[in-house]
């Protein structure tokens, strides 16, 4: 099994733009049927699925934030990066990174990150 550590500012100013990486152990992020995601929660919220790119480096992400985000990889650093753009106070949430496998259902969580967007 994969293991996945998100690594970023813990406090970034409005307007400004944020960016993580997800650092992937164990596996490599070119892998068959994998799919590497990026999730939110807000206090107080859900979860928010917020995109992701495929072991072929397809990226979807979410329409809600789709105008604002940015997903890449690096593959000879087996890392996937979130770029967020415009930031408001809104985006403060713990960020994770995930996994999905074959079998369709997120398999790996990397431990979350928490960002703060504050003047």
């Known amino acids: 099994q994969v293991q996945l550590q998100e690594s970023g500012p813990g406090l970034v100013k409005p307007s400004q733009t944020l960016s993580l990486t997800c650092t992937v152990s164990?596996?490599?992020?070119?892998?068959?049927?994998?799919?590497w995601s990026w999730i939110r929660q807000p206090p107080g919220k859900g979860l928010e699925w917020m995109g992701g790119?495929?072991?072929?480096?397809?990226?979807y992400s979410s329409s809600s934030l789709k105008s604002r985000t940015s997903i890449s990889r690096d593959t000879s650093r087996n890392h996937i990066t979130l770029h967020v753009a415009s930031v408001t106070p809104e985006d403060t949430a713990v960020y994770y990174c995930?996994?999905?496998?074959?079998?369709?259902?997120?398999?790996?969580w990397g431990q979350g990150t928490q960002v703060t967007v504050s003047s």
């Open positions: 790119i495929s072991n072929t480096g397809t990226t």
């Open positions: 995930a996994s999905t496998g074959p079998l369709g259902y997120f398999d790996s």
């Open positions: 164990g596996g490599s992020i070119t892998t068959n049927y994998y799919y």
